[in-house]
């Protein structure tokens, strides 16, 4: 059974930093893109950030850039996300996944929570200002 699990959730201050890793189990993922995405109460689940399956290529939601980096580390099956000068809008449950909807092959990074088929329980961020 495939399995993604997030870590490194928290409380920071704003202007802080928090590192988010996402470790892949059940079945090799380090082939397909990947993805962050967050969630605050009654609203969709938004796009923060993608890797391509090289990470060669990146993609960052506008509220995100030059704040957060993604990166992946394929031998490890794990993907990161380094979040700086952090603010109270960031605040949310942040969720990693994976997509083998395109191929292991697929080469560009996917923005869409649909493109996603795997998707880990979660981790809270909180930033208090």
């Known amino acids: 059974q495939v399995q993604l699990v997030e870590s490194g959730g928290g409380v920071a201050q704003a202007g802080g930093s928090l590192r988010l890793s996402c470790v892949a189990s059940?079945?090799?993922?380090?082939?397909?893109?990947k993805g962050w995405f967050k969630q605050t109460p009654g609203k969709e689940r938004e796009f923060v950030a993608a890797i391509s399956r090289s990470g060669g290529s990146t993609s960052y939601a506008d509220s995100v850039k030059g704040r957060f980096a993604i990166s992946r580390d394929n031998a490890k099956d794990t993907i990161y996300l380094q979040m700086n000068s952090l603010k109270p809008e960031d605040t949310a449950v942040y969720y990693c996944a994976t997509s083998t909807r395109m191929g292991e092959y697929y080469s560009y990074t996917l923005r869409a929570a649909s493109d996603y088929d795997y998707w880990g329980q979660g981790t809270q961020v909180t930033v208090s200002s």
């Open positions: 059940g079945r090799t993922l380090w082939t397909y893109p």
